[in-house]
């Protein structure tokens, strides 16, 4: 009897093991069907002429005529569900859109890296290069993403009024220079008096059409 009962044990715990291995490989098979990245941008059975562009595959034609309404046959990507007019579900459909590249497209339709690393008030005035990425539901040919020169726009938090208004009422003591960062100047004005008053009245007049802005490069707000 207990010949037999210790094959039977064997057997037993082989089963187990083999049981397991099974379970294991079918989490494995789970864990493999993720999730695509492109889902987090596309809603659920929505219109599917109003996807975002990641959410569809599109045969684009580079041939058409800039500046002209254009159609594109697409088709969604897997996994995404969408509808027609008729809220009927479907994977094939027609896009209106416009012939253009998308680095063509109107700047209220991108958004670009910003950089603070220059100066907004030179001459001649300073660029840097940004990265634009095209908005979701903004719809061109080529890359989404593309470089492009942009004009130095930032700004420090620096108020143009403030600065004026110092200017005028406290200008002679360099006041407005002091707010500006621009310690050098503003100690200048401070122990000439704003240059006898001559100073101060320059200042009035760069500060108020502009030219004279923050020491760190920025634009007012």
Not at 160 to 179: K, N
């Amino acid at each position: 009897m207990a010949a037999v009962v210790g094959p039977l044990q064997a057997l037993h715990y082989l089963c187990r093991v083999l049981f397991f291995f099974w379970q294991f490989c079918i989490l494995l098979g789970d864990e493999s069907t993720e999730i695509p990245p492109y889902m987090m941008k596309c809603p659920s059975n929505g219109l599917c002429s109003r996807l975002p562009a990641d959410c569809v595959d599109c045969a684009t034609n580079f041939s058409c005529v800039y500046g002209k309404p254009v159609t594109f046959d697409c088709t969604v990507k897997p996994s995404v569900t969408c509808v027609d007019q008729d809220f009927k579900s479907q994977r094939n459909f027609i896009i209106n859109m416009t012939c253009r590249f998308c680095w063509q497209l109107p700047e209220t339709d991108y958004e670009c890296s910003s950089y603070t690393g220059c100066m907004t008030v030179s001459c001649p005035r300073q660029r840097y290069h940004a990265n634009c990425t095209v908005r979701d539901h903004i719809h061109c040919l080529g890359n989404r993403t593309f470089p492009k020169m942009l004009y130095c726009n930032w700004t420090g938090g620096y108020k143009w009024s403030t600065a004026l208004a110092l200017s005028i009422t406290l200008g002679g003591f360099g006041a407005d220079r002091f707010y500006l960062g621009q310690w050098r100047e503003g100690l200048g004005k401070l122990f000439s008096f704003g240059g006898l008053g001559i100073w101060t009245l320059i200042d009035v007049l760069l500060i108020g059409v502009g030219y004279v802005g923050p020491a760190d490069g920025s634009l007012y707000i």
